[in-house]
């Protein structure tokens, strides 16, 4: 998780110089499958002010989005046709490379993430204390009982 953290700090520093629009689209959610499909479509500003709102959708849908697909592909366009600073052609397309890898690499620590998540999970089902672990940390924080606390003790 680490890594992968490191890795989406990487990609909002290189977005924050070569591609702000990009950037204000996706915020805090630069590690998303939305926002991955999108910045590996469209790495450079260029790219993405070219993107048709139908085109932003069919990405959002292979994605994996199901609902308000046409408000957040309408969204996404806004954002990434905002007006900025145009960097030189050999800079933007050098930038727009260095996004394409840092995607690559993002999405697949995602994978990895999501195949750890599943054994671990396995794996603690099988542990002869998982009861005890799982309602420990209930009553240790129960967001459902008045100050979000379980037991005093």
Do not use: Y
Not at 13 to 19: D, G, I, K, P
Not at 32 to 41: C, E, F, G, Y
């Amino acid at each position: 998780m680490w890594t992968r953290q490191r890795q989406v700090n990487q990609l909002r520093s290189l977005l924050r110089e070569c591609s702000p629009g990009a950037l204000a689209a996706f915020g805090t959610d630069l590690g998303s499958r939305d926002a991955l499909a999108v910045l590996q479509v469209a790495p450079t500003p260029a790219r993405g002010r070219g993107l048709a709102q139908a085109k932003l959708a069919a990405v959002l849908r292979r994605a994996g989005r199901q609902r308000g697909l046409e408000g957040r592909a309408a969204k996404l366009q806004a954002a990434l046709r905002a007006p900025q600073l145009p960097a030189p052609p050999m800079v933007a397309e050098a930038s727009g490379a260095a996004v394409t890898a840092l995607v690559g690499v993002i999405a697949a620590l995602n994978v990895q993430l999501e195949q750890l998540s599943g054994q671990l999970q396995r794996h603690f089902e099988q542990h002869p204390d998982a009861e005890i672990v799982r309602r420990s940390a209930r009553t240790r924080r129960d967001p459902r009982r008045p100050g979000g606390r379980g037991v005093r003790r």
